[in-house]
């Protein structure tokens, strides 16, 4: 088997690739950052003796996208992990419009075409496995964190309505959607926020996700307390969850 791992060069990209690598399935590894690319293509040949294929790439230019898809469609790709992405935060009026736009056009354009594409490949051959990764963010407004919590909404719904279509097609292509809540890796430094509670390990976490994905679980999360706050948010008026978001999120922003 062989999987396509976007956003592979650091956090739940590259701990994804690791356990993808560990249960002996060959990976292509994508990111902008060649040389990470390069560090993480050597260790997975060297402890799990599978192929490793690097392509760098800026997945907020879509002309990239889709030159990585081309790129890519010849090895045959089993596996899609749709993981990048990255968040921008602070008040919407004041917040970085460039650095937001650059955030919607890899979080949900970059995110879309390769969804699209991949899964018309696999329903072409009737099997394959797409893991998109979203957030519990996705589930609820996030003020002072707008953009990214629409971003991750997108991919939220997206995944479950085409989950939907699959399922009343009886399709054998398995969608799954990632949606922890705070995760130890280099979003929070990126975004310039801090997290409130606990981040979980983004190790445990992937190989979880990886396992889970194989399960042909749709909503996967770090734990039974992140499922009950999504499902428990469905119970509760946006207006305030709102609320109380807003409450913690302004907590977040660095000094």
């Known amino acids: 088997m062989t999987a396509l791992v976007t956003g592979a060069s650091s956090g739940l990209g590259r701990d994804m690739a690791r356990s993808l690598a560990r249960h002996g399935i060959n990976v292509i590894i994508t990111a902008r950052r060649k040389d990470r690319l390069e560090t993480l293509k050597n260790e997975l040949i060297n402890d799990y003796k ?4 690097c392509i760098t ?3 907020s230019d879509q002309k990239q996208v889709l030159a990585l898809y081309d790129k890519v469609k010849k090895f045959k790709i089993d596996i899609l992990i749709n993981n990048a992405g990255f968040g921008v935060f602070g ?6 419009l460039d650095s937001e736009l650059e955030m919607l056009s890899v979080n949900i354009r970059a995110f879309h075409i390769l969804f699209k594409l991949f899964l018309r490949d696999f329903k072409s051959r009737g099997c394959g496995y ?4 979203a957030s519990a963010a996705g589930f609820i407004p996030g003020p002072y964190f707008s953009s990214y919590y629409a971003s991750k909404a997108y991919i939220v719904r997206m995944t479950q309505a085409v989950a939907e279509e ?3 097609e009886k399709c054998g292509v398995h969608v799954s959607m990632l949606c922890p809540g705070p995760v130890k890796t280099e979003f929070s ?3 310039n926020v801090k997290f409130a509670i606990p981040a979980y390990s983004s190790e445990k976490l992937a190989e979880h996700a990886v396992r889970e994905m194989f399960g042909g679980s749709l909503l996967i999360t770090e734990n039974k307390f992140s499922s009950l706050m999504i499902y428990g948010s469905k119970l509760v008026p946006d207006r305030i969850t709102a609320y109380f978001a807003g409450l913690i999120q302004s ?3 660095r000094n």
Request: net charge positive.
């Open 50 to 53: 599978v192929k490793v294929l």
């Open 57 to 59: 790439a800026d997945l």
């Open 91 to 96: 008040n919407f009026t004041e917040s970085d």
């Open 130 to 133: 797409i893991l998109n990764t």
């Open 166 to 168: 699959l399922r009343r």
């Open 189 to 191: 430094d990126k975004a």
């Open 251 to 253: 907590k977040r922003k």
